[in-house]
């Protein structure tokens, strides 16, 4: 499977972006899906992931309660919502899909298997 993710930008303290996710070449219905982001000298991090129906989702705690992932199988597409957006959510996002764990939300990039290329998104304060 082929992800591409787009939707990054440069905006201001709390405005809001939303984040793209297309996938070609296989459906994703199978996989559970998450975003990841880095930051220049950081690790790679996860942000939020979604189970296969879309019924659970999971956060990491820096983003919860402004951060929304959906999914939508039938346009093989997942998308991540941001709002009231900081400084240090500055980074590239990655898209991925975990094939090996259909029901758990995984936190650990080695967890995923195919990602998308990155789209930065810039915050400035």
């Known amino acids: 499977v082929q992800l591409q993710a787009s939707g990054g930008g440069l905006v201001q303290a709390g405005d809001s972006l939303r984040l793209s996710c297309a996938a070609s070449?296989?459906?994703?219905?199978?996989?559970?899906m998450g975003w990841f982001r880095q930051a220049p000298g950081k690790e790679r991090e996860f942000v939020a992931g979604?189970?296969?129906?879309?019924?659970?989702?999971y956060y990491a705690d820096s983003v919860k309660g402004r951060f929304t992932i959906s999914r939508d199988n039938a346009k093989n597409m997942v998308t991540l919502q941001m709002n009231s957006l900081k400084p240090e959510d500055t980074a590239v996002y990655y898209c991925?899909?975990?094939?090996?764990?259909?029901?758990?939300?995984?936190?650990?990039?080695?967890?995923?298997?195919?990602w998308g290329q990155g789209t930065q998104v810039t915050v400035s304060s």
């Open positions: 991925a899909a975990d094939t090996s764990s259909p029901w758990t939300i995984r936190v650990g990039p080695q967890s995923y298997d195919y």
């Open positions: 070449g296989s459906t994703i219905r199978h996989y559970v």
């Open positions: 979604i189970t296969r129906s879309g019924s659970t989702t």
